[in-house]
């Protein structure tokens, strides 16, 4: 579009408005005008957008979610990239409204009844979505973390500048993978007197190395002695929300799974526990425990194969 790099969102206006008439098809007598035309519409989608600029800043022409880039350290922290609401991937109706924005301004002060020029505008600021890791002891107890968000913003003189926001997040109890956590009023300002939009948290459970978690479910691999599956034994058990004593009924095999109802994440309607049984075998680093596994070839009457 022939603007420099550090060029106002006016100055990136003016420079559509005259190149949009230059080589609209409708107009243009030049034989690439059409392709002319497309290009100037996707250059002015990224360059009108403070998110899109941002991105062509860091990526370059791989701006576009979808194409072959390697993201930057950090690239899904902070504020998402949004596209339209359709969906579609190229550019959208969107891209011819500064051309004929002066046309509908004209049309709008002529409806107003004479009341001289158009009227003022406003606009309610853009929902913001984020990302956000919760440990899964938060989501028993609830919590509150500070996150830093580095967002993409317009200064007075219409320059794009990416600022660092620090927010204090409540976590709420109960919180599960996927939820969202509104946070109103963080998310863009408006335009004149319009309302900022919201800042939308989506909650992404961290990786416990204990604990595996199903939407509200919560299962956790015990490692058991041999003689305690067989006999049967009372066991602690460490959940995130404290200890429980936990009786393994006699005879228990590897894998069995008992069920703590209730205690899994305590959403609206509370998931479950599951402890899974791993029977673990001491090992033979001694003469006298291998003295015992011989024994025990001996004296049980025991096939593991028996049942193939």
């Known amino acids: 579009m022939g603007v420099a790099r550090d060029a106002t969102q006016d100055e990136i206006k003016r420079a559509y408005r005259k190149l949009a008439r230059k080589y609209h098809p409708d107009v243009s007598d030049q034989s690439d005008a059409e392709e002319r035309f497309k290009e100037l519409g996707e ?8 998110e899109k600029r941002a ?4 990526l370059g022409a791989n701006w576009k979610e979808g194409q072959d880039f390697r993201p930057p350290p950090g690239w899904d922290e902070g504020y998402e ?41 406003h606009m309610h600021g853009e929902d913001r979505r984020a990302r956000i890791s919760v440990d899964l002891h938060d989501s028993y107890t609830g919590a509150t973390r500070s996150i830093t ?32 956590i509104r946070l109103a009023g963080q998310g863009a300002p408006g335009i004149g007197k319009g309302k900022t939009g919201d800042l939308f948290l989506e909650v ?3 990786t416990d190395s204990h604990y595996r978690v199903e939407n509200t479910d919560v299962y956790l691999d015990l490692p058991v002695a ?9 066991v602690t058990v460490p959940l995130p929300s404290g200890n429980v004593n936990l009786k393994i009924p006699a005879g228990s095999n590897q894998g069995s799974k008992l069920r703590l109802k209730g205690k899994g994440i305590p959403a609206k ?3 479950d526990l599951y402890v899974v049984l791993d029977v673990t075998l001491p090992p033979a680093d001694s003469d006298e425990s291998k003295a015992l596994y011989e024994k025990m070839s001996k004296e049980m009457a025991f096939d593991p194969r028996a049942g193939l």
């Open 43 to 50: 250059a002015n989608e990224v360059l009108k957008d403070p």
């Open 55 to 58: 991105a062509y800043d860091q």
């Open 81 to 121: 990239f949004s596209g339209d609401a359709s969906g579609g991937g190229g550019p959208g109706n969107e891209q011819f409204s500064d051309f004929f924005e002066s046309l509908f301004r004209q049309s709008q002060g002529q409806a107003g009844g004479g009341h001289g020029g158009h009227q003022e505008f």
């Open 149 to 180: 968000l580095h967002a993409p913003e317009l200064t007075n003189d219409g320059r794009v500048m990416t600022r660092d926001r620090t927010l204090n997040v409540k976590i709420p109890k109960g919180i599960h993978d996927g939820q969202q």
């Open 204 to 206: 992404e459970l961290r």
């Open 226 to 234: 041999p003689w305690e599956a067989a006999l049967g034994a009372s």
């Open 269 to 271: 309607q509370p998931g």
